[in-house]
Structures are given as C-alpha cells and as structure tokens.
C-alpha cells in the first residue's frame, strides 16, 4: 500500500514535470511579489530574482534526471536484450 502511495510522488513524464515547474513558479513569484512589498528598491528586486532563479534551476534539474532516467533503463532494456 504505501508503494502504491509512493508512485503519486513519482515525476514519469516530461508533462508532470512541466506542471510541477509552473507550480514552482508560480509560488517563486508569489513571494518575490512580497519581497518587492517588504524590502523596496534593489533589495526587493535581488530576492525577486533569487527565487525565479532558483525555479530555473529546480526546472532543469527535473528535466536532466527525468532524461538521465530514461537513457537508464533504454540501457537496462537493451542490455537485457542482448543476454
């Protein structure tokens, strides 16, 4: 039951991925628009950037394991084929 469980927590495809970014998204500007309220000027602006950036970096980090993760088990099937 708790594997069952475990496999909704899993990202399989590249659409599931793209939804989990949008939702990073959305939260990073979310609070990068409260940045901008409580620290005014160039302060608020840096945090507003940290936080999209940080959703950069996540997005692309999803996306190379999700690559990784596929070349793997085209790997593991051909081997398999093969012995």
Do not use: H, N
């Amino acid at each position: 039951m708790l594997r069952k469980l475990g496999r909704l927590f899993v990202i399989k495809t590249r659409f599931e991925a793209y939804l989990i970014i949008f939702a990073l998204a959305l939260g990073a500007t979310a609070r990068g628009s409260q940045y901008l309220v409580e620290y005014p000027g160039w302060g608020g602006r840096l945090l507003f950037l940290a936080t999209t950036g940080a959703v950069f970096l996540a997005g692309a980090k999803i996306l190379d394991c999700l690559k990784y993760e596929r070349e793997a088990k085209e790997a593991e099937a051909a081997a398999e084929t093969e012995g």
